[in-house]
């Protein structure tokens, strides 16, 4: 069965430090894109991080770059995504999701979307 | 930054058609994706590239994308199709996800 599953979610005090987990199962975990979306309580959806199956490349929204940092461990076939300095409009439910592309010799990329989510896990940025 | 609009609410009888837009800029030259959630649950992809529905989808959910709005549309709608659903598009230009504010659907 494929498979995400989050974990490390927990309070933490504004400017404080967390480390959250995505374990993947059932898939080639080297062979896919993948991607942390968050939800704040009552909003949307709002795209965090992605990466690269290798980890050459990664993307942020602007409102958490240098401070979230997304990488992976292919043999371990898991995701991380390190929040430093989190502030109070951090605190969502985090999920891990399979980020499904691929490219073409040309180097052009086709994008069907975000297949497959972990159940998420939370996060709450209070004093 | 690129910007998806959907309605934040729509309603509709059992039975009858569900139609969800998602209005962005030239939203028709980007491949558009629908997610489903439902209440504690996370999202389950029902769209992809525009009007593909993944195994597992209904039939009844089906996807247009032209010009300046996507639609996402569910026939014969039923009670457990309730649920909030999101656009999704990747921003080429920023190189970054861009999801819509979400549309709440109401099987009344």
């Known amino acids: 069965e494929v498979q995400l599953v989050e974990s490390g979610g927990g309070l933490v005090q504004p400017g404080g430090s967390l480390r959250l987990s995505c374990a993947a199962s059932g898939f080639t975990f080297s062979s896919y894109w993948m991607s942390w979306v968050r939800q704040a309580p009552g909003k949307g959806l709002e795209w965090v991080a992605n990466?690269?199956?290798?980890?050459?490349?990664?993307y942020y929204v602007d409102s958490v770059k240098g401070r979230f940092t997304i990488s992976r461990d292919n043999a371990k076939n898991s995701l991380y995504l390190q929040m430093n300095s989190l502030r109070a409009e951090d605190t969502a439910v985090y999920y891990c999701?399979?980020?499904?592309?691929?490219?073409?010799?040309?180097?052009?990329?086709?994008?069907?979307?975000?297949?497959?989510w972990g159940q998420g896990t939370t996060v709450t940025v209070s004093s | 930054s690129y910007v998806l609009t959907q309605p934040p609410s729509v309603s509709v009888a059992p039975g009858k058609t569900a139609r969800i837009t998602c209005g962005g800029n030239?939203?028709?030259?980007?491949?558009v994706h629908w997610y489903q959630q439902k209440p504690g649950q996370a999202p389950v992809l029902v769209i992809y590239?525009?009007?593909d529905r993944p195994s597992g989808i209904p039939e009844r959910f089906s996807g247009s994308n032209s010009g300046n709005t996507a639609t996402l549309t569910i026939s014969r709608v039923e009670a457990g199709d309730e649920a909030d659903y999101y656009c999704?598009?990747?921003?080429?230009?920023?190189?970054?996800?861009?999801f819509g504010g979400g549309t709440k659907l109401t099987v009344l």
């Open positions: 590239y525009d009007s």
């Open positions: 999704q598009v990747w921003d080429s230009s920023s190189d970054r996800w861009v």
């Open positions: 990466i690269k199956q290798d980890g050459s490349e990664k």
């Open positions: 999701a399979r980020d499904v592309r691929f490219g073409d010799a040309r180097g052009w990329y086709y994008y069907y979307g975000m297949d497959v």
């Open positions: 030239n939203i028709g030259s980007k491949r």
